[in-house]
């Protein structure tokens, strides 16, 4: 089993805390060239009514709501779930003086202990690539939604970070950041057929972004918060250091690839 998909490592190493996501997020927010941040992008595009119950699965430490938190109407009665109680310790932790009333919850996607038809939106922020079972994760998302309820999942295209992963490659080629992609990953090319399969209408949107990396150090946490390569580097990390320090003293900037976006489906 690929470590994208391993349970065990993920809630365990990986996502016990939000230390891994916080390195690479901190790259994306200093060095993105988008017009508009990532979490306002995604926000944007909710259509959610007045006293909507709302789900998040995969929530993390709860970033889509604590940087839209002005946007966030009274009236929604939202859960924040993930399937580490690491994540929602700390989203229960940073939304806690909010002044909004979310609720916090383990949740595996593959298996949500909700009656049928019991939200009106279901949000999916970047995780359904790293659930086992998808067909039996979509099929429950389906179930708890009411008929004509939304789903919004974000995830990544098949280019993204393509000029990180060659940054890895040329500094040893038997290493990568996720330990290889399987060809079965949720993407934004593979993920319009998935979810045609449980719902009957599906748009995709793109958000127009790259990276503009001139610090060395962000970008080496960020790369150093992966899978194989974190353990592959562990006693070579001021070689792998001063091997990104030359290239962006060659170049100035690295140049990196972004291929993220969001599916709408009811």
């Not at 295209?157 to 890895?168: A, F, K, S, T, V």
């Not at 330990?179 to 993407?187: K, L, M, S, V």
């Given at each position: 089993m690929s470590k994208?998909?391993?349970?065990?490592?993920?809630?365990?190493?990986?996502?016990?805390?939000?230390?891994?996501?916080?390195?690479?997020?901190?790259?994306?927010?200093?060095?993105?060239?988008?017009?508009?941040?990532?979490?306002?992008?995604?926000?944007?595009?909710?259509?959610?009514?007045?006293?909507?119950?709302?789900?998040?699965?995969?929530?993390?430490?709860?970033?889509?709501?604590s940087e839209n938190l002005d946007r966030v109407p009274d009236s929604w009665d939202i859960t924040l779930s993930d399937f580490s109680p690491g994540m929602v310790r700390e989203a229960e932790q940073h939304l806690s003086r909010a002044g909004r009333a979310f609720r916090f919850e383990v949740i595996d996607a593959q298996s949500i202990?909700?009656?049928?038809?019991h939200f009106d939106v279901v949000i999916a922020n970047h995780m359904l690539f790293h659930v086992p079972d998808r067909p039996r994760a979509l099929s429950e998302i389906r179930r708890v939604l009411r008929s004509g309820g939304r789903f919004y999942t974000t995830t990544v295209?098949?280019?993204?970070?393509?000029?990180?992963?060659?940054?890895?490659q040329r500094f040893d080629s038997t290493l990568a950041f996720w330990?290889?992609?399987?060809?079965?990953?949720?993407?934004?090319?593979?993920?319009?057929?998935?979810?045609?399969?449980?719902?009957?209408?599906?748009?995709?949107?793109?958000?127009?972004?790259?990276?503009?990396?001139?610090?060395?150090?962000?970008?080496?946490?960020?790369?150093?918060?992966?899978?194989?390569?974190?353990?592959?580097?562990?006693?070579?990390r001021a070689e792998f250091a001063r091997f990104v320090e030359q290239k962006l003293a060659a170049r100035g900037s690295i140049y990196i690839t972004k291929d993220s976006g969001l599916f709408e489906a009811w």
């Open positions: 994208i998909t391993d349970q065990g490592y993920l809630l365990n190493e990986q996502y016990k805390d939000s230390a891994n996501l916080n390195a690479r997020i901190e790259l994306h927010k200093r060095f993105s060239t988008a017009s508009r941040r990532w979490q306002n992008w995604v926000f944007d595009h909710f259509q959610i009514e007045p006293n909507s119950r709302v789900l998040e699965l995969g929530c993390g430490p709860g970033r889509l709501w202990a909700y009656d049928d038809a295209g098949r280019h993204h970070l393509r000029e990180m992963d060659e940054l890895i330990e290889g992609r399987p060809a079965d990953r949720f993407t934004l090319e593979s993920g319009l057929d998935e979810l045609k399969a449980f719902f009957a209408n599906v748009v995709r949107h793109r958000h127009a972004d790259a990276l503009v990396v001139t610090e060395a150090q962000p970008l080496i946490d960020y790369i150093s918060s992966g899978v194989r390569f974190a353990d592959a580097v562990r006693d070579r």
